[in-house]
Structures are given as C-alpha cells and as structure tokens.
C-alpha cells in the first residue's frame, strides 16, 4: 500500500485521463495503482425552518421525510461512486495494471487525501472536478487546496493523455527547485524524453550558473536537457517556451523563493495553472 500512485476520480470530464496518466505513472514508476472515489456529507437538503405555527407531529414528519431523501441521495452517491471506480479499474487493466485497488472513502475531499498521503508516492487529479465543468476560466478550489496542504507530488492533468516525450521545468535556483531537478533526472517517469530548464529572469553569471548545473544533473543521469534564460513575467514566457518547444508536461516546485513561488501559491488562482493545457507535476 506504500509508496502508490493514488488518483483522484470524480466522474468529470477528466476522470479518463486521470486514468491514463495514473496508469502510464504506476507502469513508469513501477509502484501499484489506487483510484480513491470521496464523496462529501455535506447535507445537500437544507434542514428547514420548523419553528412557525405547524404542530409536532407536522414537523416529525417533514424531518422524518428528508431523512429519507437524504438517505436515497447518499445510496445513489455510493453506488454512483462504485460504477466511477468499476470503469477506471477496466481502463487501467486495458493500460496493463494488472489489480488496481479501488477506494471509496467518506469525508470532505482535501482532508481525505492528505489522511492518505503517508501511502502515497504520487497524487494525480483533474485540473477541475465534477462540480466545475463549466468553470473553464479557472482551476477548481480542491486544486489549490490539495497543492498547499500535500506533502507529495501531485500530477495535475489535462483532458486528453500524452506520453510526455518534452518536458520543461521553471527553475528559479531555490533550494526546492535544485531537489526538483535532481528528482527529475532521476526519476523514471522521464526516461527517454527531452527535459527542458527554463530560468525566467536576466542574463546574469548567476543565472547562467544556476542552468549550467541544473543540465549537468540532467545529462550525467542520461537525458538529454535543453535549457534557456528569458526575461519577461513568468506565465508569459513559460506560455512563450512551451509553444516554441512542443512541451507537454510542466514541473514546477511549490515552494520556491521567487516570482514563481507567487505565481504558484499567490493569493489569487493561479494563472499558470488556470490557463494551462497541459499536465503540471507540482513537487514538494
């Protein structure tokens, strides 16, 4: 149960390639598959207000008739849940995973996941959950707060799987995004694809010392690694690199002392995340 790949599915629109990028995860890492299904007890009746003019037995009988409800809602929830996990454990065999585990726990979703994570080798979720399908200009509240309060990777992903064959890092030279780069050179998820290391910031000998030893961590472990220093503001030119390099998957560290940092965990939504179509690995 240690050290597992654990996705988070939902039902949305991106429940399929969480699927996917969970089972290419697992096969690349070598580590078992989970998919954990929560559903929230958040009542979704409103206990009304009983405290007018109606009689005892009235009201015993309202709060007896929205137990029922409340009750119904919670069983179709449950075995809603239970068909989600039945057709991501089919998908994932038909990716070669031979016995994924499936789970369904009750509770508020963040904590749930957070509960999990001693388990948990990587976290992947949709960039949005069920609840938002229509919030295409933004990234969904369970998002932000899975990014804060984890203490693992977590692999946000798009709508549609591809192996990522050109990878590309923000690197700002912090003490975690040194830890992110030699995680990226010696992690398996990577092997064989092209990994990129962007510096957004001036030309200056520090700089150009911070990416000279980040591509030699990349290409003593056997990558091929590219890098670049631009100036600019970060989602503009991170946008700017992707596009030029065919990337298709963003790393990025959490906790970083530079304009990346804010622009990661800043105290509006993340516009990097918000606006990406591509999957982010987020390292902690």
Avoid at 71 to 98: H, M, S, T, Y
Avoid at 188 to 215: D, K, M, Y
Wanted: aromatic content about 4%; glycine content about 8%.
């Amino acid at each position: 149960m240690s050290d597992r790949v654990l996705a988070a599915i939902d039902g949305s629109q991106y429940s399929e390639s969480v699927c996917d990028y969970a089972a290419w995860a697992a096969k690349a890492l070598g580590a078992p598959l989970s998919f954990i299904h929560v559903l929230d007890n958040h009542p979704q009746v409103a206990e009304p207000d009983l405290t007018g003019n109606l009689g005892l037995g009235t009201r015993e009988h309202l709060l007896e008739k929205l137990s029922d409800i409340e009750e119904q809602r919670a069983k179709v929830a449950r075995e809603r849940g239970r068909l989600i996990l039945d057709e991501a454990k089919v998908r994932a065999k038909e990716a070669g995973i031979p016995d994924p585990l499936c789970l369904q726990r009750n509770g508020p979703l963040v904590e749930t996941l957070v509960e999990n994570e001693k388990e948990v080798r990587l976290l992947v979720l949709g960039k949005r959950g069920e609840t938002a399908l229509q919030a295409s200009g933004h990234i969904g509240s369970n998002l932000e707060r899975v990014v804060r309060e984890m203490h693992r990777p977590v692999l946000m992903v798009s709508k549609q799987f591809t192996p990522p064959s050109n990878v590309m890092m923000a690197f700002d030279g912090s003490k975690t995004a040194r830890k992110g780069v030699e995680m990226l050179a010696k992690s398996p998820l990577f092997a064989g694809a092209t990994c990129h290391v962007v510096i957004v910031g001036a030309e200056t000998a520090e700089n150009r010392s911070q990416l000279h030893w980040a591509l030699e961590i990349l290409q003593v472990a056997g990558h091929e690694a590219k890098g670049a220093i631009r100036a600019g503001e970060v989602e503009e030119t991170l946008r700017a690199y992707k596009q030029e390099q065919g990337i298709n998957l963003l790393v990025m560290g959490a906790y970083g002392h530079s304009r990346i940092r804010h622009l990661l965990l800043g105290s509006t939504t993340t516009a990097m995340l918000r606006n990406a179509h591509l999957p982010v690995l987020i390292l902690r």
